[in-house]
């Protein structure tokens, strides 16, 4: 036996200066572990600080050996290397009595690595199992332990190793398993992860509950053995009962925005630091909205975006029905015709060339060139005001309306708010109707709808408020990103025209009982529908269409539904308010739908308007007052009225069949 020691001795003090002489090249420049870059898993939170995500290719939060429960890196020693404060890096005893206990089983069962071996192996070589690879690890176990202390060893073992079901260190075990951090660890727990690294598939609670008993038992009869724990500590751990956290599957997936996230994160700092580099992202994610938009599509493919239009907050993100079927985000990549959606910036070019709520455009056939638009009823309704062609999103009225205040207008306007796909192609009448040449994305529909919301400022989008890196060095902190596109008075009015969609128009699914505006969007075939709408404190959008573009069998109707469950779920709790009026404008004038006037008791249709002080009509529609005239003189006293001669009175009407 001792002939063998002395042997082992000798063998690894050759390897030693055989690799110092062969590999000091390639050994690391460090003066610390922390500065061997450990991968640790970026830890992503929404707007609130919940931990939402992470991104890693290795599940794992780096934390110092202060946050780790003493009793973790004892079960760890006693297990794992009981002589660790003992050896240089390499245990030549430890060798030799796994060597005589591996030739008096007959079969490999007991292994001599240190855990400064176990380190160096994980940390900078391969797993295979050669000579070389061997000779590697004993040299670099010794260079580690020569440059760090036994407990800066310890801290790096216990945040790099692998505790299965994808967790990386005791940190990110510990949340696995229990759902608590590794400082808050009990004995009995300790145990339990300490004895998952010589078999996390075979000892893990979640696979084998009797497995994952023996297994802690037998740690902490070793903990006994090497004096860390008393009989009555080992017998109190016996009883306690393993309480896992349980494999839940997340109520709030996020999957498209933590890409999406993921993807800009990388543009900036690289795909290595992203997901290697332990940074702390938070995000403008509120999880409340979140799940509110994942419930929102159902069966129906499509996507939904919610918007802080005051700040561009991104505070919900769903690019498709099912993240597991299609990782496409649709919400950014897919590009489609938004119909009645788009008029919004046709009646917005109009006001903001003077025209007014009530101005009227006569609803008759037209032929323009050959264009012959028609309306979704196939109805025609004669002179309307542009607050009416809005709210019942008539066709023909979007046309006339986008000839007269011109076409390449309403493109220059809608580029300015945010709109990246339109082309010189859509300069011709179709675009009234949102027929554009490639179509455009939610994305930038919920950017520019934010301009009518904000006053007449477009907040562009943003997902990241702040970056961490891992020494908490703030990295990055987000600005707003705004620009004024429209003045106060046209942005208020155009929502104020858009509040009626909800109130009587095509958008009264939407109708939440708060203040809101919004439009609906059908295209030709029901090939997509949207509806994009808004409160003063939150823009969302939804599209539903297939992606093979056939009929998705819905109107923007029925999407102003879905919009309307959605809005009544989150906004729960938050008190309503209205949408800042700017000092010159006047509310709630009453108008005449079909004439543009003030309206009096004998107009058929009234609708309330808001104007610029000094545009709001000051003729009123007198139709009733002419009525009214002639009833009073023939209800004066003493004053007989004239009855017509039979053969004036009107035939007795005749039952229909």
């Not at 009989?231 to 349980?246: C, D, H, N, S, T």
């Not at 079909?594 to 009509?617: H, M, R, W």
């Amino acid at each position: 036996m001792r002939q063998l020691c002395i042997i082992s001795i000798i063998v690894i003090i050759i390897v030693s200066l055989f690799v110092n002489s062969s590999y000091a090249f390639f050994m690391p420049q460090v003066d610390n572990l922390d500065n061997l870059q450990l991968v640790a898993a970026t830890q992503v939170f929404d707007v609130n600080g919940q931990l939402i995500s992470k991104l890693f290719e290795e599940n794992r939060v780096v934390v110092s050996i202060n946050n780790m429960s003493p009793y973790i890196q004892q079960a760890i020693i006693a297990n794992e290397d009981s002589r660790f404060y003992n050896h240089f890096g390499i245990d030549p005893i430890g060798i030799i009595r796994a060597m005589w206990v591996n030739l008096r089983s007959g079969s490999l069962v007991e292994g001599g690595s240190t855990l400064t071996q176990q380190l160096a192996k994980n940390m900078f070589l391969t797993q295979e199992r050669t000579f070389t690879r061997k000779a590697k690890e004993f040299f670099w176990a010794i260079i580690i332990e020569r440059k760090f202390s036994k407990q800066e060893i310890l801290q790096a073992y216990l945040n790099q190793v692998y505790f299965g079901e994808g967790a990386y260190g005791v940190e990110a075990s510990s949340q696995v398993y229990f759902g608590k951090h590794a400082s808050e660890l009990t004995l009995a727990e300790s145990a339990l992860l300490a004895g998952l690294p010589r078999g996390p598939n075979i000892y893990s609670p979640y696979v084998d509950m009797n497995a994952a008993m023996e297994r802690r038992t037998t740690v902490l009869a070793g903990m006994i053995k090497e004096g860390y724990i008393t009989q009555k500590q080992f017998e109190l751990a016996q009883k306690e009962p393993i309480v896992l956290v349980g494999k839940k599957k997340r109520v709030i997936q996020a999957s498209y925005f933590i890409d999406y996230i993921a993807n800009e994160l990388v543009g900036r700092y690289g795909a290595n630091r992203v997901y290697k580099g332990g940074l702390k992202v938070y995000t403008t994610m509120d999880s409340k909205v979140q799940q509110g938009a994942e419930a929102v599509l159902g069966q129906y493919q499509g996507a939904v975006l919610a918007l802080d239009p005051r700040t561009g907050y991104i505070k919900a993100m769903v690019g498709g029905r099912n993240y597991e079927e299609s990782q496409l985000n649709r919400t950014v990549v897919e590009v489609r015709q938004p119909g009645s959606a788009f008029k919004p910036f046709v009646y917005a070019t109009a006001l903001g060339q003077g025209l007014t709520a009530n101005s009227i455009i006569l609803d008759q056939p037209i032929n323009i060139a050959g264009y012959a638009p028609q309306n979704y009823d196939k109805k025609f309704r004669g002179p309307v005001t542009l607050k009416k062609a809005i709210r019942l999103s008539v066709n023909v009225a979007a046309v006339k309306l986008g000839q007269q205040v011109g076409i390449d207008n309403v493109l220059s306007l809608a580029k300015s708010m945010g709109i990246t796909t339109l082309v010189p192609q859509d300069d011709n009448l179709a675009t009234a109707l949102g027929g554009l040449t490639q179509g455009v994305s939610l994305f930038d529909m919920a950017t520019a709808y934010t301009a009518f919301a904000n006053g007449g400022i477009v907040s562009q989008p943003i997902a990241i408020l702040k970056v961490v890196d891992e020494n908490n060095q703030v990295l990055e902190e987000a600005h707003l990103k705004q620009q004024s596109v429209l003045s106060r008075e046209v942005a208020y009015i155009i929502t104020n025209m858009m509040q009626g969609v909800i109130e009587s128009g095509t958008g009264t699914p939407a109708n939440i009982g708060r203040i809101a505006a919004g439009k609906t969007g059908t295209t030709d075939g029901y090939e997509t529908a949207w509806f994009m709408g808004y409160t003063p404190e939150l823009l969302v959008g939804i599209y539903v269409g297939n992606d093979n573009r056939t009929p998705v069998g819905i109107s923007g109707a029925e999407v102003a539904g879905l919009w309307g469950k959605m809005m009544s779920n989150v906004l729960t709790g938050v008190s309503p308010s209205d949408f800042f009026v700017p000092p010159n404008i006047i509310t709630s004038v009453p108008i005449c739908a079909d004439s543009g006037k003030l309206a009096t008791q004998g107009c058929p249709e009234i609708e309330y308007s808001a104007f610029i002080k000094g545009t709001e009509p000051t003729v009123a529609d007198n139709r009733m007052r002419s009525k009214d005239t002639t009833n009073e003189k023939a209800e004066q006293p003493g004053r007989k009225e004239k009855k017509s001669p039979w053969w004036k009175l009107p035939l007795p009407r005749l039952p229909s069949f």
